[in-house]
């Protein structure tokens, strides 16, 4: 008798514990899927219309090409947490007119941390491609930064390295934004020790978190003092440079 009721107990709790597992699972499911935040209709409508890109909704993510196929280089980059991949389109399609193939992921749940794709899983979106650089906004450049030892260049909007890539040797460009009111400029010098010490650094002024995407406004950033089109103009002219000398030698 005891040692039926001893099971009974046992498969009362292994039952609790798998209905608590389930719940958990399933909660965290329908908060991924809530609150995502669109992009914005206007800025990807120009990337849309745009005759120097080309567009593939294909299976590794968002790809933007050079429409004359002149490609040497490519950027796998990776979206806030809840930011729709689309979002970054229009800040990213400077640097695709300059020779640069960027695939945009779609991370798993919305959520980089639960992405755990290699790089790989992206840059096969261009294969002929030998150079890539990966990088992130916010949740997204952490995830970058556990992926950038198999990259040649790391790229981080509005985020820091929760790893230490100090020793890796790769190539690093850090943009931050004044007005940042989550990945402040005060976190991300916080973590500069993690980069390696000829990381580039640069601090836009008037730039808020969510001025490195275009989805509208964001609980707990600040105001954002720069418009969205120079937004765009300083981060095609900072990271056409950092390719331009890291990645593309001879263009």
């Given at each position: 008798?005891?040692?039926?009721?001893?099971?009974?107990?046992?498969?009362?709790?292994?039952?609790?514990?798998?209905?608590?597992?389930?719940?958990?699972?399933?909660?965290?499911?329908?908060?991924?899927?809530?609150?995502?935040?669109?992009?914005?209709?206007?800025?990807?409508?120009?990337?849309?219309?745009?005759?120097?890109?080309?567009?593939?909704d294909?299976?590794?993510g968002?790809?933007?090409?050079?429409?004359?196929?002149?490609?040497?280089?490519?950027?796998?980059?990776?979206?806030?947490?809840?930011?729709?991949?689309?979002?970054?389109?229009?800040?990213?399609?400077?640097?695709?007119?300059?020779?640069?193939?960027?695939?945009?992921?779609?991370?798993?749940?919305?959520?980089?941390?639960?992405?755990?794709?290699?790089?790989?899983?992206?840059?096969?979106?261009?294969?002929?491609?030998?150079?890539?650089?990966?990088?992130?906004?916010?949740?997204?450049?952490?995830?970058?930064?556990?992926?950038?030892?198999?990259?040649?260049?790391?790229?981080?909007?509005?985020?820091?390295c929760?790893?230490?890539?100090?020793?890796?040797?790769?190539?690093?460009?850090?943009l931050?934004?004044?007005?940042?009111?989550?990945?402040?400029p005060?976190?991300?010098?916080?973590?500069r020790?993690?980069?390696?010490?000829?990381?580039?650094m640069?601090?836009?002024?008037?730039?808020?978190?969510?001025?490195?995407?275009?989805?509208?406004?964001?609980?707990?950033?600040?105001?954002?003092?720069?418009?969205d089109?120079e937004?765009?103009?300083?981060?095609?002219?900072?990271?056409?440079?950092?390719?331009?000398?890291?990645?593309?030698?001879?263009?």
């Amino acid at each position: 008798m005891k040692k039926k009721r001893g099971r009974r107990i046992l498969a009362r709790v292994l039952w609790s514990v798998l209905i608590i597992v389930v719940l958990g699972a399933g909660g965290i499911v329908v908060w991924s899927q809530v609150g995502v935040m669109p992009a914005e209709a206007a800025p990807l409508a120009d990337v849309r219309a745009n005759p120097n890109i080309t567009i593939d909704d294909a299976p590794e993510g968002i790809v933007l090409s050079p429409a004359d196929g002149e490609s040497e280089a490519g950027l796998v980059f990776i979206p806030g947490a809840k930011v729709d991949p689309w979002a970054y389109a229009a800040v990213l399609q400077g640097v695709v007119e300059e020779g640069v193939t960027v695939v945009i992921t779609r991370p798993w749940l919305n959520l980089a941390f639960f992405d755990l794709r290699p790089l790989d899983s992206f840059t096969s979106a261009a294969p002929d491609i030998d150079e890539w650089g990966v990088g992130g906004h916010s949740l997204g450049g952490v995830r970058a930064c556990q992926l950038a030892a198999d990259a040649d260049a790391l790229v981080l909007f509005g985020s820091y390295c929760a790893s230490d890539v100090s020793d890796s040797g790769l190539a690093v460009i850090s943009l931050a934004g004044s007005e940042d009111g989550l990945s402040t400029p005060e976190k991300i010098a916080d973590a500069r020790d993690n980069l390696p010490a000829d990381a580039e650094m640069v601090e836009i002024d008037g730039a808020s978190h969510a001025s490195f995407g275009d989805y509208g406004p964001q609980s707990g950033d600040g105001t954002p003092t720069i418009s969205d089109e120079e937004m765009h103009r300083t981060v095609t002219e900072l990271l056409g440079s950092f390719f331009s000398t890291e990645l593309l030698p001879a263009r």
